[in-house]
Structure formats: structure tokens, C-alpha cells
């Protein structure tokens, strides 16, 4: 079974751009679908993109135009590129890996494997 952990958060001022790195270990990313999650103080856990083991992407609708999720299998991770920040993205984000697929991706309860997190902070 596949383990990640995310790494690339910090400070950023509004209207800069972020990139998340999932790095995996233990068996490759590439057979796995591969999640981004975050969760802002005091809200629950949201999905935020998602990248199909076969390429397909998904992503919501407060990223959707801003953010890009990518994998380079070479290095084993998945990225997630987020630009435009705004303040309210404000959270810990998540990576998580699941041998599944399709819309199941952007459920939280398909993916069995999650990382620790990395926070990603927004001033304005």
C-alpha cells in the first residue's frame, strides 16, 4: 500500500500561487487515483482536485480556472498548482491515494491512504 506526504505550504500573500507536492512511497502513485482535500479552520474536510490513474481530472468549483493537478510519475508525486489565492483558501491540504476511479475521487470516504497535511496560509 502506497503512503504520501504532502509538502510546498506556507505564508503566501493574496493573489500568489502555491504548488503542493503528494510525494508517495511504499508502491507506485501512478496505479493509484490521487486526491486533494482541504480543511479550513472550524469547516469540514472539502475536496479540492482529483487526478484519474488514467489522467482524468477533476477539480471544484472554488478552484476550478486556478488550479491544475499534475503527476510526473518519474519523481512518484502528483502536484496541485492553485493561483489567485484568496484568503478563504486558507487550510490544511491533503493528499490521499485510492485504487479507484471516476467521481468516486472526489469523495472523501474512497481513499483509504491519507497524508499528514501541509498548511497553506493566505494574508490579504
Known amino acids: 500500500q502506497v503512503q504520501v506526504v504532502e509538502s510546498g505550504g506556507g505564508l503566501v500573500q493574496a493573489g500568489a500561487s502555491v504548488r503542493l507536492t503528494c510525494a508517495g512511497s511504499?508502491?507506485?502513485?501512478?496505479?493509484?487515483?490521487v486526491g486533494w482535500f482541504r480543511q479550513g479552520p472550524g469547516k469540514e474536510r472539502e475536496f479540492v482536485a482529483a487526478?484519474?490513474?488514467?489522467?482524468?481530472?477533476y477539480y471544484a468549483d472554488s478552484v476550478k480556472g486556478r488550479s491544475f493537478i499534475s503527476r510526473d510519475n518519474a519523481k512518484n508525486a502528483v502536484y496541485l498548482n492553485l493561483s489567485s489565492l484568496k484568503p478563504e483558501d486558507t487550510a490544511v491540504y491533503y493528499c490521499a491515494a485510492a485504487k479507484t476511479w471516476g467521481p468516486l475521487l472526489t469523495k472523501r470516504t474512497s481513499y483509504p491512504t491519507w497524508g499528514q497535511g501541509t498548511q497553506v496560509t493566505v494574508s490579504s
Open positions: 511504499g508502491d507506485t502513485l501512478n496505479d493509484y487515483g
Open positions: 487526478l484519474n490513474w488514467a489522467g482524468g481530472e
